[in-house]
């Protein structure tokens, strides 16, 4: 059939022209209810998958798939919110309730950074609390914003307070390293809040701790001439944990987690590199990571985990894996525990990314994994076997900083949305989680508040339910999203 002639190359630039646009075509649905237009999240699943929700704050180039977004485990959209960049969406615990926390605010700040505010919105997704951050920041432009907090960390504390990383850009001496003595550089603050009050009870700089973490050791190149626009990053922070004496920190730049004391200083240093840090151990080795997290911490042990990019842009050594290690604290030695990557899918993620135990407790539990800059998630169990796979986006076009799994159980603040379309009634209610059928209303009259006699009723069919309106001469009519026979919502009436 390729009988023209045509050079070899334009027959490349043509079959390459058409394998990147079906890539990039990914599906998206769309309602009547509503403006809702989510990417399709294309699943294979096995037995063994935990139950929850699946939160995706999907950064996607087509500003319509750019949202808070929410899955169930068979990949129907159950919540789409406001379409803004957006970080770290997923459920935390505060004050004994479940919230819903994201960041939201100006993403892609230079180095990969941001600066925007924290929203905690309760079950009925009302806002509760806005964490904002001010102090006396320089940024790379000058220009002066109305909330300072980073995208990488809003992690809420057991003491009600929220951990949240930021940068500031300051001036310093790097002729040590044949830079001006005036260069310009990143330096990764991080602050725990009181989210009670907003107030600050803690504040950490990595530039005031070169004893212990010296900017020689940084793995981050360097521009000949540092400049306040382009300032050189040698950190990276991009997780920050409570811990039973401080907090532990993850630097990516440093290829290294840092365990700090409660007054801020370094304790100890695990490293990705052998030879670096404090710990010994073969199987030590990951680099580039995000999202260190411990568990079971004790004076003698703890648990370690964290998502292994081993990559970074334009550097690829190998495979991406989510890694979990044990620490043993006594002998300063690290082995592993689970190095979780898919055998029919190797993943190479430049940047973000994270790995979750789903039930911190239990020794059965699965893990689920967010893929960064590569648009899947996925759910491993105890052996290191997948048993979820999740596709949310075409590859280099859609991706998310962090994905997670949680048990969510929300009843918004807002009502059901019904439309009726050429004698057929779309019913849907974003957000909600508790209802699992619809009852149809109607009023015979002209006034809306006799739509109280009972239709039909029909079982919730994904996020957008329907059925056909019977011929009983109704006027207006309104529908209850219900859980068995038990009324949650109306929506408000609608004429037919
Ligand atoms: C940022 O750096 C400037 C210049 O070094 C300094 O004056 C300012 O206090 C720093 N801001 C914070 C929040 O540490
Ligand atoms: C920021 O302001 C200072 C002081 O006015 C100025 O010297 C510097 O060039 C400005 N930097 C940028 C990136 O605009
Ligand atoms: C919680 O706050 C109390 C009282 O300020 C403090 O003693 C304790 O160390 C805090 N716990 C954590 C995990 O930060
Ligand atoms: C920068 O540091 C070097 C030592 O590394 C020192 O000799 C020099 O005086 C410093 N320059 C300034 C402007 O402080
Ligand atoms: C983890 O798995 C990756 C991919 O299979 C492999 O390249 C790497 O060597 C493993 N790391 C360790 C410490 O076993
Ligand atoms: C990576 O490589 C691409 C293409 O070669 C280039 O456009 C991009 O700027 C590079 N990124 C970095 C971080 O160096
Ligand atoms: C924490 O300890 C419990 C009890 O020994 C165990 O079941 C669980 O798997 C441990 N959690 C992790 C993340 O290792
Ligand atoms: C699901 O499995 C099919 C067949 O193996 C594969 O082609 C597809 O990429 C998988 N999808 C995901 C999201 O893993
Ligand atoms: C009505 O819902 C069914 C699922 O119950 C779906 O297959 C069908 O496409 C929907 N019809 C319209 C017109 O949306």
């Known amino acids: ?3 023209v002639h045509l050079p070899v190359g334009v027959i490349l630039i043509l079959l390459g022209w058409f394998s990147a646009a079906t890539e990039a075509n990914w599906p998206y649905a769309s309602f009547k209810t509503g403006p809702w237009q989510p990417p399709q999240l294309q699943l294979n699943k096995t037995a063994g998958v935990d139950p929850g929700l699946i939160f995706i704050p999907i950064r996607n180039e087509n500003s319509l798939g750019t949202a808070v977004t929410i899955y ?16 770290n969406f997923r459920v935390q615990k505060l004050f004994g309730e479940d919230v ?3 960041w939201s605010g100006e993403a892609g700040v230079y ?5 925007g505010k924290v929203h905690i919105l309760d079950k009925t997704y009302q806002e509760i609390h806005t964490i904002t951050l001010t102090d006396n920041f320089v940024t790379g432009d000058n220009e002066t914003r109305d909330s300072y907090i980073d995208v990488h960390e809003h992690f809420i504390t057991d003491n009600n307070t929220i951990l949240v990383s930021a940068i ?8 040590s390293f044949g830079r001006p003595s005036d260069s310009w550089i990143t330096t ?3 602050y725990e809040i009181d989210i009670a009050t907003n107030e600050v009870i803690f504040k950490w700089n990595a530039l005031d701790h070169q004893d212990k973490i010296p900017l020689s050791k940084s793995r981050q190149w360097m521009y000949t001439n540092p400049i306040q626009a382009m300032s050189w990053d040698p950190y990276h922070t991009n997780s920050i944990t409570p811990t039973k004496d401080g907090y532990i920190v993850s630097m990516r730049f440093y290829c290294s987690a840092f365990y700090l004391n409660k007054d801020g200083t370094v304790r100890w240093q695990l490293s990705g590199n052998i030879g670096d840090g404090d710990f010994t151990g073969e199987d030590l080795r990951f680099s580039w990571q995000h999202d ?7 004076d003698k042990h703890l648990v370690l985990s964290l998502f292994n990019n081993a990559k970074k842009q334009n550097i690829s050594q190998s495979e991406t894996t989510a890694m979990v290690f044990d620490i043993d604290l006594t002998t300063m030695t690290g082995s592993l525990l689970h190095n979780l990557s898919d055998p029919t899918n190797a993943i190479y993620a430049g940047t973000q990314g994270n790995l979750e135990f789903l039930d911190k407790e239990t020794a059965t539990s699965n893990m689920f994994v967010g893929y960064g800059s590569v648009p899947y998630v996925k759910e491993y169990n105890s052996k290191g076997e997948v048993v979820l796979s999740g596709k949310f986006g075409a590859l280099e076009h859609a991706m998310s900083y962090r ?13 059901p949305a019904a439309v009726i379309k050429d004698g057929i009634i779309y019913m849907s209610w974003n957000g909600a989680t508790e209802y699992d059928n619809w009852a149809v209303y109607y009023s015979l009259s002209s006034l809306v508040s006799d739509a109280t006699h009972p239709m039909s009723t029909h079982p919730r069919t994904g996020f957008e339910t329907n059925m056909s309106i019977s011929d009983t001469g109704a006027k207006f009519v309104k529908v209850a999203a219900r859980k068995g026979e038990t009324i949650l919502r109306f929506s408000d009436p609608v004429e037919v």
Do not use: C
């Open 292 to 298: 260190i997290r411990i568990y079971n911490e004790t």
């Open 1 to 3: 059939m390729w009988s």
């Open 188 to 190: 990764n603050l991080f």
């Open 111 to 115: 180095g990969g950074y941001g600066y």
């Open 403 to 415: 994905a997670f799994k949680n048990k969510w159980e929300a009843t918004p603040f807002w009502n």
């Open 168 to 175: 500031n850009i300051t001036q310093h001496n790097l002729s």
């Open 100 to 102: 819903l926390t994201y």
């Open 72 to 87: 169930d485990n068979n990949g129907e959209m159950i919540y789409q919110g406001p379409e803004v960049a957006s970080m």
